[in-house]
């Protein structure tokens, strides 16, 4: 029995079998086969899928960079097929008798040597091509990081650490609760875990070797127990008993108010990533959606998403939010959260770098195509918008521009939109202290406290060693979010928190002081701020 200690993300007890998750391993073993035929077959697969990868990173550059740019990708497709390249991969497996993965490293190597070795300039090129393709075939053979397919039974999932598109892309139903070595609390890793209602630690010592095993995961506590002999396993089964019957008493509160003794009335909102978290905002009788990071539906794919399957995600929102209103964050893409198909350049500091709006208005089209899905929901159910990462006046105005002429355009299309509020994100210490002059532009507020402590007390989300000094509860976010709240009723709109502080339940008796109209949480602690709430 081994019982290590992390810290905790998400609360929760999760008793069941460990499986640990590796990450992409570059470095290709040779194994000897004794199928050399079925180690062919696996070869023409992989082979097959890499060439769907590469068709549908062609359509994604089209409508990025143009054709002309876009043809690599045709080119990669095809060098898969020559047939040089195929029999050098074939002999090798049936001469070696060696695994697939070996004998396309191998390949790649010879191959890419050759066309180095060329006098030819465009050919000399053609080396770093063959070796990508090469890297891509052995990636999908090995299956490293492939996070869609992981499991086919429900698991306490430990890793090193796990970016936002791998957890994204994991179904849930087989998630029991996540363990890691690395991450920070309000890394969006931690966040999903929330909107998941996963139990989750970080800063664990794990190990490969607990593959396979029984573990427990105390998320109160922080524990997490690798082999437990059989006293514990009894002991957290009973602690696991007791946890559901409060969750169930907490079910109680489905349907009342969210309302102070004094009368005093607040709304509680929910947070989601994707459509599939809808299920649990309407099982926590949340009063509507306060922030949809939809961000989430370009992780979970393999190029941009196109307009109708944004539409159709949007609008399958709006219709089971039932005339509820339902706040769509435009794309929040950078930083951490990362999508290899909008190949973004590698920056120094990614969390003040090329992001979210920034992208949004550098990049018009993609923001575009955002904007007409969004609106052409909007004639579906309450749909409002929201842009992040705003630190200027001159932003706000420039994204009223070209949601005006998006807006023009579909109504010239005769397409139906409904009456949409249009606000923003006060996440960074500019907005806030610009709060006055933008609250006369927009119509609403919500406050990411998330970014505004990073931004605020210059301290790095997914830093984990910084976990100490990142005080949620300092003064200066605290009279940041006062003089949000002024500035915004002064003006005559409202102003929400749809960062991970507005769940902090030791703040909720402060935040009604303050005047906060809206409150927007991970589904799973809708109820236990309404319990704050009707206690105060
Ligand atoms: C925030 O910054 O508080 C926020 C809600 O946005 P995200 O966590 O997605 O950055
Ligand atoms: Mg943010």
């Known amino acids: 029995m081994n019982e290590l200690m992390g810290k905790a993300v998400c609360g929760g007890i999760a008793i069941g079998k460990i499986k640990y998750f590796a990450k992409k391993e570059n470095k290709v073993q040779r194994t000897s086969v004794q199928d050399k035929e079925q180690e062919i077959a696996r070869y023409e697969t992989a082979k097959n899928k890499a060439i769907e990868e590469l068709n549908a990173l062609y359509e994604t550059a089209v409508v990025k960079v143009g054709e002309d740019n876009a043809e690599i990708f045709n080119v990669h497709a095809m060098m898969l097929e020559d047939e040089d390249y195929n029999d050098s991969v074939k002999n090798i497996i049936r001469m070696q008798s060696v695994n697939a993965e070996y004998a396309v490293a191998v390949t790649g190597d010879n191959f890419a040597e050759m066309f180095a070795n060329m006098d030819d300039d465009y050919f000399k090129a053609r080396s770093a091509d063959v070796k990508d393709i090469s890297e891509r075939v052995v990636r999908i053979l090995s299956g490293a990081g492939d996070s869609k397919h992981l499991t086919d039974e429900p698991v306490i999932l430990i890793a090193d650490d796990l970016a936002p598109s791998e957890t994204v892309q994991m179904d849930k139903s087989f998630l029991l609760a996540f363990v890691t070595r690395y991450g920070s609390s309000n890394s969006h890793t931690a966040i999903l875990s929330r909107t998941m209602a996963i139990p989750a630690l970080i800063g664990t010592e794990i190990d490969p070797s607990y593959d396979g095993k029984i573990g427990i995961v105390d998320g109160f506590t922080g524990t997490f127990i690798v082999d437990p002999d059989m006293e514990l396993l009894e002991t957290y089964m009973e602690k696991k008993k007791q946890e559901d019957e409060k969750k169930a008493l907490l079910l109680e509160l489905k349907g009342k108010e969210n309302v102070t003794k004094s009368g005093q009335k607040i709304n509680i909102y929910a947070n989601i990533g994707n459509p599939g978290d809808l299920a649990s905002v309407l099982a926590n009788d949340a009063g509507g959606i306060g922030l949809f990071r939809s961000e989430f539906l370009y992780l979970e794919s393999d190029t941009f998403p196109t307009e109708e399957q944004q539409f159709e995600a949007y609008k399958k929102v709006v219709e089971t939010m039932g ?9 929040d893409i950078g930083a951490d959260k990362q999508v290899d198909y909008f190949n973004l350049d590698h920056e120094e500091n990614p969390a003040l ?59 010239a299309e005769g397409i139906r939109i409904g009456d949409v509020e249009e606000g923003i994100m006060i996440e960074t210490p500019a907005a806030a202290i610009m709060s006055d002059v933008l609250a006369k532009e927009v119509d609403f507020f919500s406050i990411g406290t998330n970014d505004l402590t990073q931004y605020t007390l210059a301290i790095d989300r997914q830093n984990a060693k910084l976990e100490r000094f990142n005080n949620t509860h300092h003064p200066a976010i605290l009279r940041l979010i006062k003089m949000v709240c002024e500035n915004a009723h002064a003006a005559g709109i409202w102003t929400g928190i749809c960062g991970e502080l507005g769940a902090d339940t030791s703040l909720t008796e402060e935040f009604l002081r303050m005047g906060v109209d809206e409150l927007s949480v991970s589904p799973s602690a809708v109820l236990s701020v309404r319990k704050a709430v009707r206690e105060c």
């Open 323 to 331: 005339g509820k209103k339902v706040i769509i964050r435009t794309l």
């Open 353 to 411: 770098g090329y992001r979210a709006i920034r992208i949004c208005l550098s990049e018009p089209e993609i923001f575009r195509t955002q904007l007409r899905a969004l609106f052409r929901a909007s004639a579906y159910g309450n749909l409002t918008i929201m842009y992040p990462m705003i630190i200027s006046l001159e932003e706000v105005r420039e994204i009223k521009a070209i949601s005006k002429a998006v807006r023009e355009e579909l109504m």
